[in-house]
């Protein structure tokens, strides 16, 4: 049972990869099941192509691939706790990032924390609805989503800045011709990997907001099933490749 707990805690070990490899596999596959689904039929469920013979098992291989995945997350809530506890004793100048990222992972802390007694509540350990605790859930995931946002914006500000300010202070010629390569190669994999963040948490934010208190209480929003699958296959997709 500790096991998948040390491994998400170790973020430099392999036993982190290959839990986080997992997950963005079965997301992979829920999304995709979930997409045909929603693509299956359109007005009074009207086949848009033939799945007669795998379209009744769809629903279920999804709810099962999902209960799956919720389960190997139990406990991964400690893995933000525990950078909670690194971003508040690391030594650092910039306060506003520390405060932006402690939010950001109690945001996700609750998150997970509510997805796991979701399951619970699932299988009947907790008394609470399941679908009471998701709401809840998909509005703290909702707000991390937009914290990270927000903070990869500022990071990605604060480099753009950095750079400038460090070729202004006068690099020589032979410097800046020996270093050109090496930069353009980081700069290309920094944008590579930039696009692919956005594309996460775009992506995830689709069934984020739709599931949340947000959208049934504030602003009566639904993001239709097709979208929500679209964005969710595009996230773990793009996270896949994060993951590598």
Known sequence: ILAPVV???????????????????????????????????????????TLEKIAGTINGKSARLQHARRLFRLGK?????????????????????????????????????LDNLQILAEYGFVRTAAFKIEHYSMTAKFVALLLALMLDFRNRFERITNKQNEENAGSTEAAIELAGEEKVIKLVEEQYRSVLMYVKIVGDMMPAISRSLFARRLIKLQVPRALQSLGGLASAISSCYLVL
Request: proline fraction near 2%; aromatic fraction near 14%; charge should be positive.
């Open 77 to 113: 809530f400690l893995s933000e706790l525990n950078d909670i506890y690194n971003h508040l004793t690391r030594p650092t100048t910039d306060e506003f990032g520390r405060i932006m990222n402690v939010l950001c992972k109690t945001a996700f802390a609750a998150y997970w924390l």
């Open 7 to 49: 491994q998400l805690l170790d973020k430099s070990g392999t036993g982190y990869k290959f839990a986080e490899g997992r997950d963005k596999l079965l997301k992979t596959l829920i999304y995709a099941f979930k997409l045909v689904d929603s693509l299956r039929s359109i007005r009074n469920n009207t086949p848009i192509f």
